[in-house]
């Protein structure tokens, strides 16, 4: 055979070879080079190691390394992305690893890493560093995340700032809400502009207006007032502080108590129905005191039962 024969017969096997292999790329959604499933891969590659340039993710399995998608996932995500995830709508994946930074939302069920969101951010259970342009939501969030409007769910550990609010059903760690905070059960430091709101509270708590809640212990402070069926620890406030019971310190213009004081209450007027402890004020009531010492100016007390 002829040196131009045998060129010939070269060029027509790697000519086949390749419309094979693209072949085969085109019914599996995408191109991969130099081999399938690992390099650089155009198109919807369901399992690949590499870079991977894709329109719209569906239907994946394992991604691992650079992923770029440029449009919004089918709506039911599957599979696993770990490395970089780069989309300018969405990337679709039911699990997230590393790093995800999408132009209009990012959202998983489960993220691990840190994950940024022009709009948002979303997940049924979240781990890492969060960042949504307007906010981020999700069944169990932990690590650091910031909402431009606010974060909210269910169980939330960690440090966590939304500009207009924070809420959920568990929270613990560091809470900073512009205009306030709520949940069930909050557990930490927390600060809302205007104000907090929960049933059980545990730590520290500062309220621009106010804080109010079924039962608090610790540190609650408020320009304005204060409520809780039970305080124990110190509360001050400026204006109104009213509870049901008192165990500490209590601060405030107007400080009512309607069942069991035990401590000390400091304010103009101080309201104990039953009082064990100090009054400083300009005009006390102990209600379990004898008639004629009940209501006393300056200073009141009760000792012993």
Known sequence: MSASVRSHAAAVACAAALM?????????????????????????????DGLRINFRDRDLESIRGITVSLWAPAPKSTGRIRGLSLGL?????????????????????????LVVGGIGVGSD????????????????????????LGVGGDDLAGVFVGGLGVGGDRLAGLFVGGLGIGGDNL???????????????????????????????????????LRADRFAGLAA?????????????????????????????????????????????LLNYAGNNTRGTRWLPGLNCHFGD
Not at 20 to 48: C, E, K, Q, Y
């Open 20 to 48: 094979l292999a693209l072949a085969g790329d085109a019914i599996a959604g995408s191109l991969d080079i130099p081999v399938r499933g690992a390099g650089l891969s155009f198109g919807n590659s369901r399992t690949f």
């Open 89 to 113: 709508v969405g990337t679709g994946a039911a699990r997230l690893d590393g790093i995800t930074l999408n132009l209009v939302g990012a959202g998983a069920e489960r993220l691990r890493g």
């Open 125 to 148: 259970d979240f781990t890492g560093v969060g960042l949504g342009g307007l906010g981020v939501g999700g069944d169990r969030l932990h690590g650091v995340m910031a909402g431009g």
């Open 187 to 225: 557990d930490g430091v927390f600060i809302g502009g205007l104000g907090i709101g929960g049933d059980n509270l545990d730590g520290v708590f500062i309220g621009g207006l106010g804080v109010g809640c079924d039962r608090l212990t610790g540190v609650a402070l408020a320009a304005g007032g």
């Open 237 to 281: 406030c400026g204006a109104y502080l009213r509870g049901d019971t008192l165990e500490g310190v209590g601060v405030g213009a107007w400080n009512r108590f309607g069942g069991h004081v035990e401590g000390l209450q400091v304010g103009i007027i101080n309201y104990a129905a039953e009082l064990h402890g100090v009054q400083v004020g």
